[in-house]
């Protein structure tokens, strides 16, 4: 059985709907991340399984209890804000005790309950400092302890590296994955990182206008994202679209203004004339000087570079490990090709003007039917 089922929840304020008939499963140990832009509903929803909101319809059950007349703080969940709200006249120490002194847990147990939570975020030796002589980072760990010290069923968290320098957010998640496993449980965080949800989720839902545009593993998310959105939103990625004008159930050629007939693979066979979209990530096209000496033009559904394409550079962006090319094609189309800097066989960088071909196989591209 599911730890946690959200079924049909929807939450409006006003004419404005935040969360519109979600419904979603968190299993036990998992990793669960709601991701989206702005306003998409993930907050409202994590708010909902905290208790801080109420849904206008539907159930939220955790251990298969529906939680509806449970206020927040008897509910075995807690909360870690972005803002951490640690208390600043408070040691590390207190702050981390507060929850359990509400709960009126015996002074003994209390003392082993705190050692045990500063441990688990590696904080041991920092009991008697207080919030300002810690830096971001520590915050936010003892943030964490003192969720975790009363021994919730579930962690929820709601943007907690946002306020974060990049390098410290990446360090912060190593250390989140690795709390996540050692202390066991569900973790279902929110956060608009793409990068962030990618690298610390089991699973992630998108979200979008209140709704779940797609919940899968991240490697599928980014991989075969199933709407336009969730392949513009996960990274970068070319996205090319036009009627489709021949399909035999593997592969489909859509023909896209601008660029031409493209070939792309897909799952089941697709009607002639209907839209569809190409999405293309720039790390799986191919730019050189000239085609792929393994083109075959007399059979380029086998072919390893089916789709080719002559074109020049319209600019670039140095981003020091990758090198990111926008190439212009004749037919006014612009293709977004990615070339890491270290790959064997460089003798120099492409610069703004150089013809160039950009290709890739039918394989590298995903269909999403419109």
Not at 18 to 28: C, F, H, I
Not at 46 to 70: H, K, N, Q, V
Request: charged share 20%.
């Amino acid at each position: 059985m599911a730890l946690l089922e959200i079924q049909g929840v929807t939450r409006r304020f006003g004419d404005f709907t935040a969360v519109d008939n979600v419904s979603l499963a968190v299993e036990p140990g998992e990793f669960f991340t709601l991701l989206g832009p702005s306003g998409c509903g993930k907050t409202t929803l994590l708010r909902m399984i905290a208790g801080f909101d109420l849904p206008d319809a539907g159930r939220i059950l955790l251990s298969g209890e529906d939680l509806a007349t449970t206020p927040p703080e008897l509910r075995p969940v807690r909360t870690v804000f972005q803002s951490y709200a640690l208390f600043p006249h408070m040691s590390v120490a207190a702050n981390v005790a507060f929850p359990l002194q509400m709960a009126r847990v015996a002074p003994g147990e209390r003392k082993t309950r705190i050692e045990a939570a500063l441990e688990d975020v590696r904080l041991t030796g920092f009991d008697k400092r207080h919030p300002h002589e810690l830096s971001g980072g520590q915050k936010q760990r003892v943030a964490i302890a003192r969720a975790l010290v009363t021994r919730p069923t579930m962690l929820l968290l709601d943007e907690p590296l946002a306020a974060l320098d990049a390098k410290l957010r990446e360090d912060l998640s190593i250390e989140l994955i690795n709390l996540q496993k050692e202390v066991g449980i569900a973790f279902v965080y929110v956060t608009h990182d793409q990068t962030e949800a990618l690298a610390l989720s089991h699973r992630i839902a998108v979200m979008n206008h209140g709704r779940i545009e797609q919940l899968d593993e991240p490697s599928r998310i980014y991989g075969y994202p199933r709407t336009r959105f969730v392949a513009d939103f996960i990274g970068h990625c070319n996205l090319f679209s036009g009627p489709v004008i021949a399909s035999d159930g593997r592969v489909a050629i859509v023909d896209v203004d601008g660029l031409g007939a493209v070939q792309v693979a897909t799952q089941a066979s697709v009607a002639g004339g209907a839209r569809g979209t190409v999405a293309l990530r720039p790390e799986k096209i191919r730019i050189a000087t000239s085609a792929p000496a393994d083109r075959d033009p007399a059979s380029p559904l086998a072919d390893a570079h089916a789709n080719h394409y002559r074109g020049t550079v319209h600019d670039l962006l140095y981003m020091g490990d990758v090198t990111v090319y926008r190439v212009s094609i004749p037919g006014g189309a612009i293709v977004e090709a990615l070339l890491a800097n270290s790959q064997s066989g460089r003798a120099k960088f492409f610069e703004v003007g150089d013809a160039v071909e950009v290709s890739w196989p039918v394989a590298a591209g995903h269909f999403i039917a419109e």
